[in-house]
């Protein structure tokens, strides 16, 4: 866990002895280019690329806080559309295939060509991860191929902003029947309960709201992944979205 404050400068791929470092996936460096704005814990943190070198680089908090293990990494727009998986991807599929408790997302999925090659790859169901806004005629391609869809809000949310994220999911919901899958909505469903017992008023009623419009479940990310309320949050959601 590091906090970063608004005006520090860091290094993104590399240690450094004289700047805080941020470990980065090398294949993200090769997409930064100096004034881009990169997002993390879904947009709670902000920084600006400053300058490239050979093997990291510098970078301007903008925006501050705590971050925290193996959270992600958004560059907006995202830069790439990436139609099949890479070799890094593979192998970590190949090493874990011969476990029956795992599960697999495919992540800002563009092309159904990825589902069907991870599906082939890993013999497993695969969940699409809608975290980016793509014509809704794609988001049904990619759906026939698809076991699961998830509307990731957090992505999405730092890539399109706050209107554009509201404008989305309003359009992306009022044609949830059209793609003939169950989908998932995942992102800050009850962020509240990651500190504390208890959700707010306003979850419990977007819980209730979510299952309404069609979705059929919820994913919980923050809130059991290392949330100090996992069961609380479980219970909760069973007892809001519950038809007894």
Same mark, same amino acid.
């Given at each position: 866990?590091?906090?970063?404050?608004?005006?520090?400068?860091?290094?993104?791929?590399?240690?450094?002895?004289?700047?805080?470092?941020?470990?980065?996936?090398?294949?993200?460096?090769?997409?930064?280019?100096?004034?881009?704005? /990169?997002?993390?814990? #879904?947009?709670?943190?902000?920084?600006?690329?400053?300058?490239?070198?050979?093997?990291?680089?510098?970078?301007?908090? %903008?925006?501050?806080?705590?971050?925290?293990?193996?959270?992600?990494?958004?560059?907006?727009?995202?830069?790439?559309?990436?139609?099949?998986?890479?070799?890094?991807?593979? #192998?970590? /599929?190949?090493?874990?295939?011969?476990?029956?408790?795992?599960?697999?997302?495919?992540?800002?999925?563009?092309?159904?060509?990825? /589902?069907?090659?991870?599906?082939?790859?890993?013999?497993?169901?695969?969940?699409?991860?809608?975290?980016?806004?793509?014509?809704?005629?794609?988001?049904?391609?990619?759906?026939?191929?698809? #076991?699961?869809?998830?509307?990731?809000?957090?992505?999405?949310?730092?890539?399109?902003?706050?209107?554009?994220?509201?404008?989305?999911?309003?359009?992306?919901?009022?044609?949830?029947?059209?793609?003939?899958?169950?989908?998932?909505?995942?992102?800050?469903?009850?962020?509240?309960?990651? #500190?504390?017992?208890?959700?707010?008023?306003?979850? %419990?009623?977007?819980?209730?709201?979510?299952?309404?419009?069609?979705?059929?479940?919820?994913?919980?990310?923050?809130?059991?992944?290392?949330?100090?309320?996992?069961?609380?949050?479980?219970?909760?959601?069973?007892?809001?979205?519950?038809?007894?």
């Amino acid at each position: 866990i590091m906090e970063v404050k608004a005006g520090e400068q860091v290094v993104l791929g590399c240690r450094s002895s004289q700047l805080r470092s941020i470990a980065v996936d090398p294949r993200t460096l090769s997409y930064l280019s100096p004034g881009m704005r /990169v997002s993390i814990e #879904d947009g709670r943190i902000e920084l600006q690329v400053l300058k490239l070198e050979a093997d990291f680089a510098r970078a301007m908090v %903008l925006r501050g806080g705590v971050i925290r293990p193996a959270k992600g990494m958004n560059i907006s727009p995202h830069p790439i559309n990436q139609i099949e998986l890479s070799s890094r991807d593979s #192998d970590i /599929v190949l090493a874990t295939r011969k476990y029956g408790f795992v599960r697999y997302a495919l992540s800002f999925v563009s092309s159904p060509s990825e /589902v069907i090659e991870l599906k082939e790859l890993s013999g497993r169901e695969v969940a699409s991860k809608i975290e980016r806004e793509l014509p809704f005629s794609r988001i049904e391609e990619i759906s026939a191929s698809s #076991d699961e869809i998830w509307f990731c809000r957090g992505d999405l949310g730092a890539q399109l902003g706050a209107r554009g994220l509201v404008d989305f999911y309003t359009f992306f919901s009022d044609n949830l029947h059209k793609l003939y899958k169950p989908v998932l909505m995942a992102g800050e469903v009850l962020e509240h309960m990651v #500190d504390t017992p208890f959700a707010t008023r306003s979850e %419990l009623c977007h819980l209730k709201d979510i299952q309404r419009r069609g979705f059929a479940g919820v994913v919980l990310s923050n809130e059991t992944a290392y949330g100090s309320f996992p069961i609380e949050t479980i219970k909760t959601v069973l007892e809001v979205t519950s038809d007894e």
